[in-house]
């Protein structure tokens, strides 16, 4: 059929399709004029009722008829305005296909082809949104290798339903779009994957200013344009476990359930190898945790009123609005940090120091099959956390911890002054930064850490 033949059609089932609006409203308006003459001339409650019930039926009835008309009639418009639009488009291509790179070339061909598979940047629609709890790794870091790493580390245990990979890019490196487009497709086929792209804006023109408005760009676009109702959010440098997704999905019923609760984390400031032992054991913290968590669409209204140009994360640390609710965390980290190449002189000792000594679990646990109520409800966890530390083994110091040779079980040491909680974890080995004035990693300032065959609760004297 020819272009010209088409469009002819096109105009002829146009103003077939107005015709009969144009008798569906004429239709409707005769019928609110009988509905008028019934609602004057009926004597009884009874007929009245009858009738006017009958009425507004036909009243419905037609009124879904005359929008499915409209719907047809704009679809129809659609259709042509797209024919016209991709006629224009094909002719342009033609004309100036001699003049233009191989580059240009391929991506003219992924965007003639595969628009609907919505494989370019930021070009998925909210109706085509798959459900689920969708995950993005956002990178600010232009890093195509380390980028890589993390994508392949989250695609080998992500479920093939129910999380959806979002990547996130700042700026239009090529190696990093390269990366992201790798993972697009499998075997020929679409994957869950898609591609999101931040364009730097000017602020102030540091590195963490474009993290932080990366950051904040990004969970628009998941909670504001795809009205997710949660996200999990990855760094570009994390390794995650086996058992991150059955964790996060376990987990998640406890931001449905309990409004105390503003994140699940998979990330334990204490979680080295030598602190962390038990993989199914979690707890809560009143320390944002830095990596690798999970929030609301409704904690999310709240961050983006005042979401910071710079240093994010530490303004989630010290938000006045945390006060009174936690996340959860485990014993044994769920993501590890891999280190930077850019990092100061002081950051390199810390991360060799603490970080680096972060243990990913290699046993998986099915959290879903776990009674995990203990953790709901402040009062019900602190009355369990409470029970714990008031049956165990009090040790006079930390250094009499070295010569303690009591049975394996619960002990604790009582800190008067966070000073006096900095000297402790300087001992032990512990991180002794505080976060916000208080120990990394803690709740109302108890610290829970494994210590040799004991688990160690460090306790706040005025706990």
């Not at 930077?340 to 390199?348: G, V």
């Not at 109520?373 to 009090?394: E, H, T, W």
């Not at 803690?442 to 494994?450: A, K």
Request: include cysteine.
């Amino acid at each position: 059929m020819s272009k010209a033949t088409s469009h002819s059609s096109n105009r002829d089932n146009i103003k077939e399709i107005q015709l009969e609006m144009r008798s569906y409203r004429s239709h409707l308006e005769s019928e609110a004029e009988l509905l008028k003459k019934i609602n004057l001339h009926q004597r009884t409650e009874e007929n009245l009722n009858a009738a006017i019930a009958q009425k507004d039926e036909q009243i419905e009835q037609l009124t879904e008829a005359l929008l499915a008309m409209e719907t047809k009639l704009n679809a129809t418009l659609h259709s042509d305005q797209e024919r016209k639009k991709d006629s224009k488009e094909k002719k342009e291509e033609e004309d100036s296909s001699n003049s233009r790179s191989d580059a240009e070339k391929d991506i003219d061909e992924d965007q003639a082809t595969n628009h609907t598979l919505h494989l370019l940047p930021n070009t998925l629609t909210r109706e085509a949104a798959p459900v689920g709890i969708p995950v993005c790794i956002i990178d600010s870091k232009n890093n195509p290798k380390e980028l890589q790493k993390s994508i392949e580390s989250v695609v080998a245990s992500i479920p093939s339903i129910g999380f959806p990979l979002f990547i996130s890019q700042a700026g239009e490196d090529e190696e990093v779009t390269a990366v992201i487009k790798s993972f697009l497709r499998k075997d020929g086929e679409r994957t869950n994957t898609f591609h999101l792209q931040y364009i730097e804006e000017k602020v102030n023109g540091a590195v963490g200013s474009v993290d932080s408005m990366h950051h904040y760009w990004a969970l628009s676009m998941i909670f504001d344009k795809y009205a997710y109702s949660k996200a999990i959010v990855i760094n570009s440098n994390l390794e995650v476990a086996s058992d991150f997704f059955d964790y996060m999905q376990t987990s998640a019923n406890f931001l449905d359930s309990d409004p105390s609760i503003i994140c699940i984390s998979a990330w334990n400031e204490n979680g080295q190898e030598d602190f962390a032992k038990d993989s199914s054991a979690l707890m809560r913290t009143d320390i944002f945790p830095d990596y690798g968590w999970m929030i609301q669409a409704d904690f999310w209204r709240e961050l983006k009123v005042g979401w910071p140009e710079t240093d994010w994360q530490a303004w989630l640390k010290t938000r006045e609005d945390n006060k009174g609710r936690a996340c959860i965390i485990p014993e044994v980290c769920r993501v590890t940090v891999r280190k930077e190449a850019d990092l100061t002189s002081a950051d390199q000792k810390f991360y060799d120091q603490f970080i680096g000594k972060i243990k990913l679990n290699k046993t998986p646990v099915k959290f879903s099959s776990m009674d995990l109520d203990f953790l709901s409800k402040p009062n019900k966890y602190d009355s369990y956390i409470g029970s714990l530390i008031a049956d165990s083994i009090p040790v006079a110091s930390a250094s009499a911890l070295k010569d303690f040779r009591g049975k394996p079980g619960d002990i604790k040491l009582i800190y008067k002054e966070t000073t006096e909680y900095v000297s402790t974890a300087r001992i032990i080995g512990l991180i002794a930064k505080l976060e916000v004035g208080h120990p990394a990693s803690s709740y109302h300032g108890i610290v829970i850490v494994r210590y040799g065959t004991w688990r160690l609760f460090i306790v706040p004297e005025d706990w």
